[in-house]
Structure formats: C-alpha cells, structure tokens
C-alpha cells in the first residue's frame, strides 16, 4: 500500500469504520489506503469516477482489507443521508469521517459566476456542513467518534478567489462543531499547502514554491494522509478545533531583503 513505510508507527484502526469522501481520485485515494493499511473499514465516497472508485476497493479488498464504494453528489444536500445510510449498511457506524471532498476553482472574483461559486461553496463548506451535522448527532450519541477535514493553506490568503474563502469556512465549522461536539468526538481540520504528487499542478509553479519554503520541497499526499491516521490515534485525545497547517514552514512571516 502506498505509504507503508510510514504505517507501522500509526495507530491500528482495526474495529473502526470510516468514510473517506471524495475518495475516488489524488489525496483522497491516498487517505483511503492508509488508513485501511491500520485495518480500518473505509467507504470509498464517489461521485462520478465509478470504475476508479470500484478499482480501490478492489485494491483495498485483495489485500485484506474491508471496503466498499458509496456513490452520491454531494453538491445536493438530499444525497447525505443516503449516503451515510449506505456506509452504515454496508460497513456499520461510522467512527471516522473524513471530509475530502471539495470542488476548487481560481477565477478572480471579478470574472467568477454565480454558478461557480454555489458549486465550490456548497461542495467544500454545505456538504462538510451537512456530514459533520448528521454523522456528528450519531458519534455524539454513542459517546466516541472523529472528524477530520481537509482544508487547505488557501483559507489564509486573498488571492486564490471563492476557493480560499470556502476552505475558511471549513476552519470555522471545524471550530464550531468541536465545542459542539466535545468531550467525546475531537475534531480536526489539516489545511496542506501544494502537494508535490499533484499531476495537474505546473512545474514552473511548484519550482517557485519550493524556492520559498524552508523545508525546501512540498508536502506529499502520503505524508497528508499519515497525519489523518495519527489524528485518529488515542495520543491526540486532547486535541480538538484545531487547524494544522502542512506546508513546510511557506507561510512563516519572514523578513527577505529587509522586507515582510
């Protein structure tokens, strides 16, 4: 499994059921392996990538694990419960939930359309709204349960249009629900900053960001993804409504040439 290297110091996850949204494609194919790598049962959240989605749990299946794939859009509020019903079906409670999903976009506000906007307001900030609302009712309930939503360094800036103000709003509600949710369900938010294995992403890009970060690279989905599996170990029990930033020390202020 990829990242395996790094599993052995990670928590066994085994007896836990966990639904990975947008599970299908990049990070959250990455979260799903690992987290099934600590014998986890996962749902493998999709909505349009059926054969990738079906090709994981395969994946994940033949290699001991227990896993299933749930489809819905999650850009229409109607399809979380059934989507929830299905994991709960199929695998039981659900005792992890990781809010991936969410749809992205830079447009300048300027040029940006309303139907742009509902779309990556609704995708990143209702829909984790949504499953942390009513997952949230069942953990509270049983007295146990974690939420872990990925965010992204965008929420800190001005300059990355309607995507940066909808990871913003994940940071909100995963302060909101922590105290909500507190003593028994700690929730979390990791918030990376480029990720090194994006196929997408240009290199002339990623070459100047790596020129500005102290570590001197960008992080990569695995070591994203073994965060998720360590926030989910007993050792982070008195951790909750926090946002962890993963970007190599990039948004440290500094001083360069005797300017901030």
């Not at 309303?114 to 997952?135: C, I, K, P, S, W």
């Amino acid at each position: 499994m990829e990242a395996s290297h790094m599993s052995r110091s990670l928590p066994s996850l085994r007896g836990k059921v966990c639904l990975v949204t947008g599970a299908s494609r990049g990070l959250g194919v990455t979260i799903a392996r690992t987290l099934a790598a600590q014998a986890a049962a996962v749902a493998v959240h999709y909505h349009r990538s059926t054969a990738e989605a079906l090709a994981l749990c395969a994946e994940l299946t033949a290699q001991g694990a227990n896993a299933c794939a749930v489809q819905a859009d999650l850009l229409d509020p109607g399809a979380v419960q059934p989507l929830v019903d299905a994991v709960t079906t199929q695998l039981g409670a659900i005792d992890i939930l990781v809010n991936n999903f969410g749809p992205y976009v830079d447009a300048p506000f300027l040029d940006l359309s309303v139907a742009e906007f509902d779309r990556v307001m609704h995708g990143n900030v209702r829909a984790t709204y949504l499953l942390m609302q009513l997952v949230g009712r069942q953990m509270r309930s049983r007295g146990a349960g974690r939420i872990i939503n990925i965010a992204a360094t965008d929420y800190r800036h001005r300059s990355h249009s309607v995507y940066g103000l909808a990871k913003a709003g994940v940071v909100h509600l995963t302060e909101a629900f922590a105290l909500e949710l507190a003593p028994n369900v700690p929730v979390f938010a990791l918030a990376p900053d480029l990720i090194a294995d994006n196929e997408e992403m240009d290199q002339a890009f990623a070459a100047r960001a790596v020129a500005a970060t102290p570590m001197q690279r960008l992080v990569t989905r695995a070591e994203v993804a073994t965060l998720v599996a360590m926030l989910c170990s007993p050792a982070c029990d008195m951790l909750t409504g926090q946002t962890l930033i993963v970007d190599g020390g990039r948004s440290l202020p500094r001083i360069v040439d005797g300017v901030a």
